[in-house]
């Protein structure tokens, strides 16, 4: 009966992981594809319904830690493995041999954790995520009774393990997380199951994906190879030229100061509203093929200098992007650069301030008109 009931709660668990890859559309913008990561967790264990009514005396709750790694298969959905030790708990019982005396026992539980975390993002840092999967515990149960002598027994077998909590990447390179995690019935005849939870922190290194790698220049966008064909030389015939018109320089500063986000949550994809910011610029650049274009992305100071430094590039690149997806000649946009948070326009120590400094500054210097001619050719 016991082993259905598992199977039952193990189908259970494939269910639930396939319930957050369907609920979990956005992802931290720091996870990348492809991204390796190793860690470790320490907290606090308690086991439920570990003694029984009739122990004279009951430690229901532990010291647990555990290591783990993972691989981040897509932005939002990750392979976890790890070890845990989920510590011992403790319980007294009169002797059955010997009444009056007491009997010592100890179960303690370690085991290996195999499933999915689906993430969900809050801000660019920080989120949410939920786990799904399965504990292939081994419980060692020990003890001494008067009138038996020493007791021990072994047991193993497979849980299911269900879990969550909030992460915020620290850096670059270093994730925290505080997460909880409910092991059912862990243990057997011999050694009694319990239900198990979990709750700790932990830290973890990441490596490896398919970040892009951060520009430490100005970048010149310019096509990759360019085949000139050489063509017979036109005939001109002179027209009247109309006088040379000077175009002002056009400066654009888009930011968040007003409540609207420049990008999609948790990403570098350009938003509606920042498309829309965009049509008078695309509009100009139509209009005056003379004009070129300089792009400057920035941030707030929350986060790293290297995680601002790249978050700032890649914004500016995504707003080049954009305008070249829109028909703009690549050779046009001269300039396309990151600042960080370098450079603010306002206090980053209150939350209007910030808004402010998460910006992307486009200027289009001043240019004149070429003249007018037309070729006609033999």
């Known amino acids: 009966m016991k082993k259905q009931m598992r199977m039952k709660k193990q189908t259970l668990a494939l269910w639930v992981g396939l319930v957050l890859a369907g609920q979990a559309s956005m992802a931290l913008a720091s996870n990348q594809v492809g991204e390796f990561y190793v860690g470790g967790k320490a907290g606090l264990t308690q086991f439920s319904d570990e003694c029984g009514a009739n122990s004279l005396d009951c430690e229901e709750q532990s010291e647990g830690f555990g290591v783990y790694g993972g691989y981040q298969a897509l932005d939002w959905l990750a392979v976890e493995v790890g070890y845990d030790s989920l510590g011992k708990s403790k319980a007294d019982y009169s002797a059955l041999m010997k009444p009056g005396e007491v009997a010592h026992y100890d179960a303690t539980v370690q085991g290996i954790e195999l499933g999915l975390k689906a993430d969900y993002a809050l801000t660019e840092r920080a989120g949410l995520f939920a786990k799904a999967g399965t504990l292939l515990w081994q419980v060692e149960k020990s003890g001494s009774e008067p009138g038996l002598g020493s007791v021990n027994q072994e047991e193993d077998g497979s849980s299911l393990m269900l879990g969550a909590g909030v992460e915020y990447r620290l850096t670059e390179h270093w994730n925290t997380r505080l997460e909880y ?12 199951g319990s239900d198990i939870h979990f709750i700790g922190v932990g830290l973890d290194y990441r490596f490896g994906g398919a970040a892009q790698t951060a520009m430490s220049e100005p970048m010149d966008v310019r096509p990759v190879d360019e085949v000139v064909m050489s063509e017979p030389e036109p005939v001109m015939e002179t027209v009247a030229e109309p006088e040379p018109q000077v175009i002002e320089t056009y400066t654009q500063v888009v930011s968040s100061a007003f409540g609207e986000a420049l990008f999609e949550t948790g990403s570098t994809s350009l938003s509606p509203s920042l498309m829309l910011q965009l049509q008078p610029l695309l ?14 992305g920035h941030t707030d100071s929350k986060g790293s200098d290297t995680l601002n430094q790249r978050l700032s590039e890649q914004r500016a690149q995504s707003v080049a992007n954009y305008l ?12 396309v650069v990151g600042y960080g948070e370098s450079l603010p326009v306002a206090s980053n120590d209150t939350e209007s301030g910030r808004a402010q400094n998460r910006r992307v500054e486009i200027v289009s210097p001043e240019a004149m008109s ?3 001619t037309r070729s006609d050719q033999e």
């Open 181 to 192: 995690q409910y092991f059912n019935e862990v243990g057997g005849e011999k050694t009694g």
């Open 283 to 296: 509009a100009r650049l139509k209009q005056y093929p003379e004009t070129v274009v300089e792009i400057s």
């Open 324 to 335: 070249i997806s829109k028909g703009v000649d690549p050779e046009r946009i001269t300039r």
């Open 370 to 372: 070429s003249h007018s």
